[in-house]
């Protein structure tokens, strides 16, 4: 109903805003990850490097539903077919030892992924907890930790790891001697994002209020700060993913990383970079993909970024 004011117009009442849809769910105001999931959901760059990962991901676990040639089986291979240009029956053409490459580029996928994807958690994982550990009780175990960190940002991480890996090459630990690798000279990063989180974090009224009500130093640490340091933390954790899947293709590039008979994407490359000029396909196409890949995950986390950081909104 209009308001009328003595000798005036009528003015009709203020209305309320159309509360945000993601702002109440069951009556409940929104969290954080509430509103960067509906935040996400409306980003085109959100969308697209979701469904690249999701074929990747598909592409490495079900490699057979995208080709019916297994690379592995040396029969697949015909040396007098070297090089061959792209067919009906060979899409991308055929490598230097008469292999298909389409089938190889597909398979490599797993390792490349596998490798991303596992060194990224255990680089999260221990970057995180003791970024969490010495933001939390400070002082000298915050110093020491510091120190170690910064010893470990010293050291060129392909140059380590390329040391790394030549020294044990022959442990056997297959792909997981490139984890293990690039987790030890990766988890610095996360480190330093959820020291000064948790520093942030600290000072805030939950913690002091959860210490007044005899909350012990594990509690405050999981139940309090983790969760509210936590976003940082899987931001930097999707971008170095892709960073990683590079640094292993450059491993496998300089001899270190994935070995045959294993397939990656670094190791097509460096096969193929011998003959590149007679034959640029075997590795214009695994480079093409090892780009997408890395880019993927790159427009992920920056996606994810804007979506949890307010001030970029």
């Known amino acids: ?50 469904a690249i990962i999701a074929v990747l991901v598909l592409m490495a676990v079900w490699p057979s539903l995208f080709s ?12 007098a077919t070297a090089r061959q240009l792209p067919s009906a029956g060979h899409p991308f053409g055929r490598d230097n030892l008469g292999c298909d490459m389409y089938a190889r580029t597909i398979y490599g996928a ?11 958690i255990f680089a999260a994982l221990i970057g995180g907890l003791m970024g969490l550990v010495a933001g939390f009780f400070g002082g000298a175990t915050d110093t020491v930790a510091s120190r170690i960190t910064e010893i470990f940002f010293a050291i060129p991480s392909i140059l380590g790891a390329l040391l790394i890996g030549s020294t044990f090459r022959g442990s056997g630990l297959g ?26 974090a600290k000072s ?5 209020a959860a210490r007044a009500l005899g909350a ?13 340091a936590l976003a940082p933390v899987i931001v930097v954790a999707t971008i170095n993913l892709g960073g990683f899947i590079a640094a292993e293709a450059a491993l496998s590039y300089l001899g270190v990383g994935v070995q045959p008979p294993e397939i990656s994407w670094g190791l097509m490359i460096a096969d193929a970079q011998r003959r590149f000029l007679e034959a640029p396909l ?22 994810v970024r804007d979506a949890l950081d307010p001030k970029l909104r």
């Open 110 to 120: 797993a390792n490349s992924l596998k490798i991303g994807i596992s060194t990224s």
């Open 68 to 79: 019916s040639v297994d690379p592995f089986n040396p029969r697949t291979c015909e040396l």
């Open 216 to 228: 012990g130093p594990a509690r405050i640490m999981f139940r309090h700060l983790l969760p509210n």
């Open 1 to 50: 109903m209009s308001n009328i004011l003595p000798g005036g117009p009528a003015i009709a009442p203020e209305e309320s805003p159309a509360p945000h849809p993601a702002e109440t769910k069951g009556g409940k105001p929104a969290s954080l990850w509430s509103d960067a999931w509906y935040d996400l959901r409306r980003r085109p760059i959100f969308i697209v490097s979701c």
């Open 204 to 208: 805030q009224d939950f913690v002091v």
């Open 175 to 200: 792909i997981w001697l490139v984890v293990i690798s690039l987790t030890i000279l990766g988890w610095p990063m996360t480190f330093r994002i959820m020291r000064a989180a948790v520093i942030t």
């Open 282 to 303: 075997p590795l214009i196409f695994p480079a093409v993909f090892l780009s997408v890949t890395v880019l993927a995950f790159i427009m992920l986390g920056d996606a």
